[in-house]
């Protein structure tokens, strides 16, 4: 746990000479400005208002979003979600404390522009290192069922991932992801700190989890995860546990994968790697009831090729490398104890047919007879089940496994605190802009706090500041322009500022206008200010922006 809390104050403090992270917090119903004592009420203005290092708590209840969209769209980077309290944040359990993410069953709003995740990074902006942990993601109020519930209807439903980004080292953890009419988590994987732990991914439709998007170099970590409950859809494909995709390392490790369906042979695999991914690791997971196979793969001869039989997983383990993995073992075919909800169960079970070698019947039998449910010949029933909503309530206390694989539910789950605290007052020595020029003071400014008048001038990507770490990895580069001047001047600095702090969000809410406020004399900068050591520029200076104010 103490390597949880490490990560996330060790990128607080890396950012700490612009400011420091805050915590946030919230609680359905509450009507304060964010604090403990007083929280937001809803979750969407806390994100709203959040910058790079914050962490927002949020405890139990139900949030839909602005407007009741089911939408919360994160464009910052550095950010932390952390659900699963209790109301009055003394505990921390989010299989305990439902926090949970839907949208408003009576919505009434427009779909214009409304993303397609319920958690989502926004693609046009950065949002890496995005933490999501002790959530509940439902988008049973997003689809339409049959009168009854027992069929889902494709055409009033609506389709897209639960979790969506775009963004390097994502993380998401201890939540319940559910009923989407589409993929469960589904990321343009980048870095090598991803991770995707101790979920339940529960009634997806095509991939519970894709990795299809992967980068080249990226590594995702799939550890601990309950994936049940993945249905195929004519004309369209789908039912997968997880899709592999070309690029990116997978490892996959002590997850349980069960009741992956199928129809007329096609798809139902726990895993897919028909890519042929030979990076990805497949090492301790549980397989039960996965209608086309185990593990389904292309070789190194462009063979698509499944594995489906016990003793071929038996030899998977022994020779990953025949099997187009980097390493595996420890995997099996067992009943990993789940005892599912019995109303979802019988219309499940009575729509999958057997097929031979894949699926067992006597063991589907055994499932239903201990729920109390009549005995079921070899085939099923025609496609009238199909989709329903498995029951939210029901998760934790029907798909826990006691084989000590997928979901943990008794565990410590991590905690996370902001370096908050107050920065070191600094003396931000007032300047003129023309002080900048070289043949004045601009060599004297290096390192100093300063703070001017200047206009807003266009986006840049000059970066001459790269030995004091200012990248475009991590700041964006403006033209500060000596007020009065217009975007085509010589007569400007470069200001840096920090993608998703303070002085950013502002930048970029007064660029939307910067006509009218360069009209007005300019907005006022506070930062460090660097000689650039480069006199081919009229004003060779620098500035790491800390504030941005209009006046």
Known sequence: MRKYVFAVIFVFFLFSSVGFGKDIYVRQGASGNGTKNAPYGKLWKAIKKAVRGDVIHVAEGTYTGKGGCGNFTIGIPGLTLAGGYSKDFSERNPFKHLTILERDRNYKGKFTGLGEGIIEGDYQKDHSGLIV???????????????????????????????????????????????????????????????????????????????????????????????VFSWFQPGKGGGYGLFIGKNGKAIVDSNVFAFIQTEGGEAGYAVSNTFGNDLTELKNNIFFQCQGGYYVYMDEDGKNLVVYKSDDLSDLNDDPESYMLEDAGGNSDQNPGLKPDKWYFEKFSNLVASEPGKLNMDTMNQLRSMLGLPLQAAKGSARQNWGMPYPLKKVVSTLVSPT????????????????????????????????????KKAKSFNGNYVQFKAGIGSKASTFLLKSKGITSNDYICVKLLKPGESDFTRKYVYGYILKGSEAYKRFEKYYKRKKRYNSQGGIRIKGKAYYIGNDTYTYPVGIVVEEVKRK
Not at 186 to 200: A, C, L
Not at 423 to 439: G, I
């Open 133 to 227: 942990d002790g959530f509940v993601l439902n988008s049973e109020t997003r689809n339409a069922y049959a009168p009854g519930k027992s069929k889902i209807i494709p055409k009033k439903s609506w389709k897209g991932a639960l979790f969506k980004a775009y963004s390097k080292n994502i993380k998401i953890r201890n939540c319940i992801l559910i009923n989407p009419y589409g993929n469960g988590i589904y990321v343009k994987w980048q870095g090598k700190d991803n991770e995707i732990s101790n979920n339940f991914i529960v009634n997806t439709f095509y991939a519970a989890i894709s990795t299809r998007s992967a980068q080249k170099n990226a590594v995702i970590n799939i550890k601990h995860n309950t994936v």
């Open 404 to 439: 000590g694989k997928g979901v943990l539910v008794n565990k410590k789950f991590e905690e996370y605190q902001s370096s908050s605290g107050a920065k070191a007052n600094v003396n931000y020595a007032k300047v003129n802009f023309e002080d900048f020029n070289k043949s």
